[in-house]
C-alpha cells in the first residue's frame, strides 16, 4: 500500500561538546488525520499529523518529497504539545537535492511530540457538475450534486478529508493518475417554477424559459454555497423515461439566491415589440443651428401570444437608455436599475395580451430613450 508521501526519514543529530556528532536516523512514523483543502484555483494544502521521537538538546529533521510539486515556502511544521519546549531554529533547503526540507529544531526534553505538518502541493483538481431531473408536470425537481477529483501527483492518498471552497468535507481514498465522481448530496423533490421571459439584449427575439428555484432549506436545498458547474437536464415523461432538455452552468450560489435553469427557447410563447410613436421636442440648438440637444415623446406596444393551454408567467423587459420619466403604463413595472424595466404578467392559455407604455425622454443628444 502505498503512502500520502514517500517515505520521509528523520535524521536526530545530537550535538555533544567535541566536534563528533552522532546521527541516528529513524522512518518517520505514519501520519495521521490527513487533510487536503482544494481550494477554487486548485491549490491543495495537505495537513498531516506525525508523532516523531525528539532528543533533548539539537535535532535535525530531514523530508523527502521526490518527483511532487510542493511549495517549499509553505511549509510548516507546528508542534501541537509541549509547545513552550520546542523551538524551530531553521528552515533550508540543502544544494543539489532533489525535493528535499531539513529542519533545525531545538527540544528542552526528550518526548515523542505530535506534529502537524502541512504545505502546499500541486496535481490536484476538482470539478463539479449537477444532474437535474423534473417530473411530468414540471412541479417537482431532483438535483443530483456530484464533484470530480483528480489526483495528477505520484502518490495515492488514503482515507484522506477532502475539504472544497464550500460544503462539507469528506472522506474519499483515490491512486496516483485516478479522476473519481463523488456524489455530494442529493435534493429529491424541490418545488419549482417554470417562467418566461422576454429579453431583446440577452435572447434576441425568443422567449427563454427556465425552471426556478431558490437554494434554500424551504425548497429543499439546506447545502449552504452551492459549487459552480455544468448542470445537464431532464424532464421524465408520462411512460416514465426521461428527456433530455438541454445544460446551463452555475456560478457560486450563496445561500438564499434564486436559480434560474434556461431551458431553450419557448415555441408556443411570441412577444412582438411595436413603436407607436417616436417625437422629438423642444429641439436645442448651438450659434451655428446645429441640434444639440432634444426632448422626446415615445409610446411603446408589446404584443404577447399565448397558443399554450396553460397560463404561461411572463417577465417582459425593456432597457431604457439616457434620462427618462415614464408617462403612462398599461401594467405595473419594476424598476431594475437605471436603465431597466421589468414587466410580470401572466397571460392565460390560447390568449393574447398587450402592455403598453408611454415615456418622455429629457435632454436627449442622440437617439431615443429605447433602442432594443
Not at 445544460?247 to 439566491?257: A, I, K, M, Q
Amino acid at each position: 500500500m502505498r503512502r500520502l508521501l514517500p517515505t520521509a526519514i528523520v535524521g536526530l543529530l545530537t550535538f555533544a561538546m567535541s566536534t563528533q556528532a552522532r546521527i541516528g536516523l529513524v522512518t518517520i512514523p505514519a501520519r495521521q488525520d490527513i487533510r487536503i483543502k482544494i481550494d477554487r484555483n486548485n491549490n491543495a494544502l495537505v495537513q498531516e499529523r506525525r508523532d516523531i521521537t525528539v532528543k533533548e538538546g539539537a535535532n535535525r529533521i530531514e523530508f523527502s518529497w521526490p518527483n511532487m510539486s510542493i511549495d517549499f515556502n509553505t511549509v510548516q511544521l507546528i508542534p501541537l504539545e509541549n509547545q513552550d519546549a520546542i523551538s524551530i531554529l531553521s528552515v533550508a533547503v540543502p544544494p543539489n537535492t532533489n525535493n528535499t526540507l531539513v529542519l533545525d529544531v531545538d527540544s528542552r526534553e526528550a518526548n515523542e511530540i505530535p506534529f502537524r505538518i502541512t504545505y502546499l502541493t500541486g496535481g490536484l483538481s476538482w470539478q463539479s457538475d449537477y444532474i437535474a431531473v423534473a417530473d411530468v408536470d414540471e412541479q417537482f425537481l431532483s438535483l443530483d450534486a456530484n464533484v470530480t477529483i483528480t489526483n495528477g501527483t505520484v502518490e495515492d492518498y488514503h482515507d484522506v478529508e477532502f475539504e472544497l471552497p464550500v460544503g462539507k468535507p469528506f472522506r474519499q481514498f483515490i491512486q496516483s493518475g485516478e479522476s473519481k465522481k463523488i456524489t455530494l448530496f442529493t435534493a429529491p423533490r424541490i418545488p419549482i417554477a417554470k417562467t418566461y421571459t422576454s429579453d431583446p439584449r440577452e435572447h434576441g427575439e425568443a422567449v427563454a424559459m427556465h425552471y426556478v428555484f431558490r437554494n434554500s432549506a424551504e425548497h429543499g436545498l439546506d447545502q449552504g454555497m452551492l459549487l459552480p458547474g455544468r448542470v445537464r437536464q431532464f424532464k421524465k415523461d408520462s411512460m416514465g423515461s426521461v428527456a433530455f432538455l438541454g445544460e446551463d452552468v452555475l456560478s457560486f450560489v450563496p445561500s438564499g439566491d434564486e436559480i434560474r435553469l434556461y431551458q431553450g427557447p419557448a415555441r408556443d410563447i411570441e412577444v412582438e415589440r411595436t413603436v407607436m410613436k417616436r417625437e422629438r421636442k423642444k429641439l436645442r440648438r448651438n450659434k451655428k443651428g446645429r441640434i444639440v440637444s432634444y426632448d422626446t415623446e415615445e409610446s411603446y406596444r408589446i404584443t404577447i401570444q399565448n397558443r399554450k393551454l396553460a397560463e404561461a408567467p411572463l417577465i417582459v423587459r425593456a432597457y431604457l437608455a439616457q434620462y427618462w420619466k415614464m408617462k403612462s403604463h398599461s401594467d405595473e413595472y419594476e424598476r431594475k436599475d437605471a436603465s431597466t424595466i421589468e414587466f410580470a404578467v401572466t397571460v392565460p392559455g390560447r390568449s393574447e395580451r398587450e402592455i403598453t407604455f408611454e415615456v418622455e425622454g429629457i435632454n436627449l443628444q442622440g437617439g431615443y430613450v429605447l433602442s432594443d
